[in-house]
T-cell receptor, first 112, second 114 residues
């Protein structure tokens, strides 16, 4: 199994509070991704990174920011959480030498 | 327009039978990759199989094979000899070689009946 961890695994927070989710990898892979999974939508890309300090937006990036200061860590921040951001968040990694992604275990976020 | 379309929200298959899960894709790129992932009820996403657009042979991984029909823009997953542990959500995905983004379908829920 690819060495990917996500923290926290579960979080309940209130509307308007900031939230940061962490993705940590031990594979030294170049690419890292953040997705959200909602019923009826599959997985949708929020942001991705193609190297340290190199990030780009995905299809549902509004309300989210990311940072990658080290190869192994990719942080997703909700500056001011809203109920529409209640979801399961997955991190994924990909090396530059293989086509497939490998996923972390997911974080279930509930915004009340 | 949807990049990946999975038209079967739910499927049932008898144990030991084969089943085909449909996936169509939309791209104008000549170079792209197609993927299938499995998500059991426990929630993790498991990579199953990959097909490159220039691969001449259909990809196979154990009981999984990908029926790639380029002209039809379809990439159906075939599971042979279904097992109870195959009950899960299955997602089709695509990455265009020019970009880094992956596009996922909405998934198909497969139930294997004993």
């Amino acid at each position: 199994d690819a060495g990917i961890t996500q923290s926290p695994r579960h979080k309940v927070t209130e509307t308007g509070t900031p939230v940061t989710l962490r993705c940590h990898q031990t594979e030294n892979h170049r690419y890292m991704y953040w997705y959200r999974q909602d019923p009826g939508h599959g997985l949708r890309l929020i942001h991705y990174s193609y190297g340290v300090k190199d990030t780009d937006k995905g299809e549902v990036s509004d309300g989210y920011s990311v940072s990658r200061s080290k190869t192994e860590d990719f942080l997703l921040t909700l500056e001011s959480a809203t109920s529409s951001q209640t979801s399961v968040y997955f991190c994924a990694i990909r090396s530059g030498h293989s086509p497939e992604q490998y996923f972390g275990p997911g974080t279930r976020l509930t915004v009340t | 327009a949807q990049k990946i379309t999975q038209t079967q929200p739910g499927m049932f298959v008898q144990e030991k039978e084969a089943v085909t899960l449909d996936c169509t894709y939309d791209t104008s790129d000549q170079s792209y990759g197609l993927f299938w992932y499995k998500q059991p009820s426990s929630g993790e996403m498991i990579f199953l199989i990959y097909q490159g657009s220039y691969d001449e042979q259909n990809a196979t991984e154990g009981r999984y094979s990908l029926n790639f029909q380029k002209a039809r823009k379809s990439a159906n997953l075939v599971i042979s000899a279904s097992q109870l542990g195959d009950s899960a959500m299955y997602f089709c995905a695509m990455r265009e070689r020019a970009g880094n983004q992956f596009y996922f379908g909405t998934g198909t829920s497969l139930t294997v009946i004993p």
